[in-house]
């Protein structure tokens, strides 16, 4: 069974610019979840998408918006980056939430110059 | 507001020695925490969880953690630690009853030395 795929591992954008990762789920699982890791504020939670309906939100700008499709694939999409968005981007697909155990993706490196 | 405090940033420990990390939260329900370890370049791997029941529970790799009420704490042991053990640790508590919003402790990198 594959795991949760992220694409692409790594990127490299300009202030200003905006990016969009992609985060495709465990077949079977309807939950994915994204988070910011940082070395300064460490992990982050940013939202959590289940069958296309943002569940959960974290305390990020508007800037940081995301979405997901009927096939649980999702995508998050930063607008006018800044520098401080250089970060680590996991996402984590599980199958309903809840109890349900969270598999990690090994992320998406975003370095903004 | 819901936290995780991992005091320890660092610890370096000998092949074959016992480990502890520590972890301390703060919520104001009962708590779903969870172990999560990071290897570098590598996202996370799940060690153990906590939703009930047993306070003390057992976790792939020979890892075990005790949930602890009256302390707030959910400290992660091991017996004897193997060089692959080495990585970043995570302590984190679910909201909503679940594990799909995860609130993380700061982590704690493990150092093994021979």
């Known amino acids: 069974k594959a795991g949760v795929t992220q694409t692409p591992r790594y990127l490299i954008k300009t202030r200003g610019q905006q990016v969009t990762l992609s985060c495709s789920p465990i077949?079977?699982?309807?939950?994915v979840s994204w988070y910011q890791q940082t070395p300064g504020q460490g992990l982050q939670f940013l939202f959590e998408?289940?069958?296309?309906?943002?569940?959960n939100k974290g305390n990020f700008p508007g800037r940081f918006s995301g979405r997901q499709f009927s096939n649980s694939r999702s995508e998050m999409n930063v607008s006018t980056l800044e520098l401080g968005d250089s970060a680590l981007y996991l996402c984590a697909s599980n199958k309903e939430g809840g109890r349900d155990e969270q598999f990690f993706g090994p992320g998406t490196r975003l370095t903004v110059l | 507001a819901q936290s995780v405090t991992q005091p320890d940033i660092h610890i370096t420990v000998s092949e074959g020695a016992s480990l502890e990390l520590r972890c301390n939260y703060s919520?104001?329900?009962?708590?779903?925490l969870f172990w999560y370890v990071q290897s570098p370049g590598q996202g996370l791997q799940l060690l153990l969880k906590?939703?009930?029941?047993?306070?003390l529970v057992q976790g792939i790799k020979g890892f075990e953690a005790e949930f602890k009420r009256s302390q707030s704490s959910f400290n992660l042991r091991k017996p004897s630690v193997h060089w692959s053990d080495a990585a970043e640790y995570f302590c984190a508590v679910g909201h909503n009853f679940g594990n799909e919003k995860l609130t993380f402790g700061t982590g704690t990198r493990l150092t093994i030395i021979p």
């Open positions: 998408y289940f069958s296309e309906t943002q569940r």
């Open positions: 077949s079977g699982h309807r939950s």
């Open positions: 919520y104001g329900a009962t708590p779903y």
């Open positions: 906590y939703f009930s029941g047993d306070t």
